[in-house]
């Protein structure tokens, strides 16, 4: 079946240091992947569309230069949080679509970031 | 604003009944529907997917999904403490836009 994987799982820093969070699809090709970010208790909000070889659409309220995504192959797209502080603290979740079936989201196991 | 609207719950059913998760859209031109499991810290895991009118079944999944009420549900049956988690409905459109719902939260009681 269609896997996506992630990494980290789990990152702690310092403010003020920048943060890069990898996403892949190990067995298709994603040319459109997908941001989230999740409070806890809370819903899935969704950051950025990633399509591969051309800049990603941003959310309305969600700063690109902020959270910096890059989709440089079918397979791989990162998202770098910049100059983080510990309100960016949160649980990040890319997806892709196509992998297991026509417009059908598979997600990766997330990553927790907190910034101390 | 397309919509996609759960009752945050919790939905509480003791072991062994038939859970029923209901989800309305407000968007008449989507075309695909998604149920995903979400445990907590965990991220979402797919259940199904619908794209026609009627039932469709997977073990002890049943999706169902009514386009003319804009309506799609998901029934579990015999469930069980490990189905115990967030479900959220999610709905695409046909723009390379998923919306989801806000989730329901299913408490299945040993």
């Known amino acids: 079946g269609a896997v996506v994987s992630q990494h980290p799982s789990r990152v702690i820093c310092k403010s003020g240091t920048s943060v890069k969070i990898e996403c892949r699809s190990l067995d298709f090709q994603a040319t459109t992947m997908f941001w989230y970010r999740q409070f806890p208790k809370q819903s899935l909000m969704l950051m950025a569309t990633s399509n591969e070889g051309s800049k990603a659409t941003y959310e309305q309220g969600v700063e690109k230069d902020k959270f910096l995504i890059n989709h440089a192959s079918l397979t791989l797209s990162t998202l770098t949080v910049t100059s983080a502080h510990p309100e960016d603290s949160s649980f990040y979740i890319c997806s892709a679509s196509g992998g297991a079936g026509a417009n059908v989201l598979t997600f990766g196991a997330g990553s927790r970031l907190t910034v101390l | 604003q397309k919509e996609v609207e759960q009752n945050s719950g919790p939905l509480s059913v003791p072991e062994g009944a038939i859970a029923s998760l209901n989800c309305t859209y407000s968007?008449?031109?989507?075309?695909?529907f998604f149920w995903y499991r979400q445990y907590s810290g965990k991220s979402p895991e797919l259940i199904m997917f619908?794209?026609?009118?009627g039932d469709k079944e997977d073990g002890r999944f049943t999706a169902q999904l009514n386009k003319a009420s804009q309506y799609v549900s998901l029934l579990i049956r015999d469930s069980q403490p490990s189905d115990s988690a967030t479900y959220l409905c999610?709905?695409?459109?046909?723009?390379?836009?998923?919306?989801f719902g806000t989730g329901t939260r299913l408490k299945v009681l040993a």
């Open positions: 619908i794209y026609s009118n």
């Open positions: 999610a709905v695409w459109s046909g723009t390379y836009k998923y919306i």
């Open positions: 968007d008449r031109g989507s075309q695909s």
